[in-house]
């Protein structure tokens, strides 16, 4: 079992920022592409966000430009910060492996962005 557990979350208004952060247990997180993924009410989870285990990245359109994923190996841990905020970002924030999903989901994270 690896757990994930993310925080960072919160209320913020439209054109604001927040940093999300989560933390994975087990030593696989050093060689494994992570992910951020959102689920807004009523719509499917998406990927927003990866990163390889060498730091390469990728964005969905988007966010892309908006948000930066980046990670520490070190402390087994993924962050997201998000610029620019839209009320669209609205949803539950969750990390997970990709394109796999080889880790348990955690509770999440929610972000609420106010117009």
């Known amino acids: 079992q690896v757990d994930t557990v993310e925080s960072g979350g919160g209320l913020v208004q439209a054109g604001g920022s927040l940093r999300l952060s989560c933390a994975v247990s087990?030593?696989?997180?050093?060689?494994?592409?992570m992910g951020w993924y959102r689920q807004a009410p009523g719509k499917l989870r998406e990927l927003v966000a990866a990163?390889?285990?060498?730091?390469?990245?990728s964005y969905a359109d988007s966010v892309k430009g908006r948000f930066t994923i980046s990670r520490d190996n070190a402390k087994n841990t993924v962050y997201l910060q998000m610029n620019s905020l839209k009320p669209e970002d609205t949803a539950v924030y969750y990390c997970?492996?990709?394109?796999?999903?080889?880790?348990?989901w955690g509770q999440g994270t929610q972000v609420t962005v106010s117009p």
């Open positions: 087990g030593s696989i997180f050093r060689v494994i592409t």
């Open positions: 990163i390889t285990a060498d730091g390469r990245t």
């Open positions: 997970n492996s990709e394109p796999r999903h080889l880790l348990d």
